[in-house]
Every structure is written in C-alpha cells, then in structure tokens.
C-alpha cells in the first residue's frame, strides 16, 4: 500500500511537470531592435555570430546611436570580449554613447584614451580626426560644467562653437 502511495504521488508529480513544460508561451520576440530597421536584426545577428568582429560591432554602435538609443550601444560594447573594446574605434563609440547618455566627463576621458591609442597605432585619418572633433567638444563641455548636454543647450551650443573655432588639418 505504500509503494502504491509513492507511485500515485511520483506519477501526479511527473504529470504536473509535464503540463508546466507543455503548456508554457512560446518565446516573446525581442524588443530591443524593433523600429529600428531591418539593418540592425543583421547587425545584431552578426555581432552575436562573430563577437571579435570590431567592424561589425562598430556599426551596430554606430546604428544604434543614430536611432538614439544610446543605452543598447553602450551596453553592446560593453559585452564585447576585451580585446574588442580596447581597440580605438570601439572607445570613439564607447565616448559617443557615454555623450548622449549626459556623461561628459567620462565620454571625455575616453576620447582621450582613444587619441593615446591613435599616437601608438595607426588609425585612420576619419577616426583620428573625429576623435579631435569630439575630443575638443568634451573639453568645452566639461569647461563649461555641462555634463548633460540635453539639460543645457544654451551652454552646450556655446561649447560647440568654441570647439569648432579650432580647426585641424592632416595631410597625411
């Protein structure tokens, strides 16, 4: 009699288990690049399938910044392998997400480390001279204490046009 209690009770436990697997949702499909283009469901699958890609990875950044959701590119080259987020054009991206999620200062200090980057290897001409471009606008920000350009666009404009005042020329 006993034997058939742990039987009874072993079977309506299986019974119940199967039911809570069987009868479960399917899969909610993910939020995050929806509204975003057809271009970044590629971009994405792309970056997951190839995760040292840095070309790919910067581009997903890169559309992400373009349709504001800074959050999402931060946090894509955040999970980046190291060697990946170290190289300078993931930093210049990195330094454009901390900027439109209002984080001057750190956006700074890693346009800063992107330049250092750029005097020990060769970077390119368009990423050496955005990384000025940027560098001296943070500069100007954080001068002018505006560490969330959203919140002071007077400020910010201001900064702006002191930045762009100085201009560089590389005929390398």
Do not use: N
């Not at 792309?46 to 959701?69: E, I």
């Not at 901390?98 to 750190?106: K, R, S």
């Not at 001409?125 to 990384?131: D, F, P, S």
């Not at 560098?135 to 969330?148: A, M, P, T, Y």
């Amino acid at each position: 009699m006993h034997h058939v209690r742990w039987t009874a009770l072993t079977l309506v436990g299986l019974g119940g288990l199967w039911v809570a697997v069987s009868s479960s949702p399917p899969a909610a499909p993910a939020l995050i690049g929806r509204g975003l283009g057809p271009e970044v469901a590629e971009l994405e699958a792309t970056v997951s399938a190839h995760p040292q890609d840095a070309a790919a990875l910067a581009r997903l950044a890169d559309t992400y910044l373009d349709h504001s959701a800074p959050g999402v590119a931060y946090a894509a080259l955040e999970r980046a392998p190291r060697s990946v987020r170290e190289l300078p054009a993931i930093a210049d991206a990195r330094a454009r997400a901390l900027l439109q999620l209002g984080f001057t200062e750190a956006a700074l200090d890693t346009q800063r480390r992107v330049l250092d980057a750029c005097s020990e290897v060769q970077c390119s001409a368009v990423l050496t001279g955005r990384a000025q471009r940027r560098e001296r606008l943070l500069s100007e920000l954080v001068k002018h204490g505006v560490e969330d350009p959203k919140q002071d666009p007077q400020l910010t404009e201001l900064a702006y046009r002191i930045s762009m005042r100085e201009v560089s020329l590389d005929l390398r």
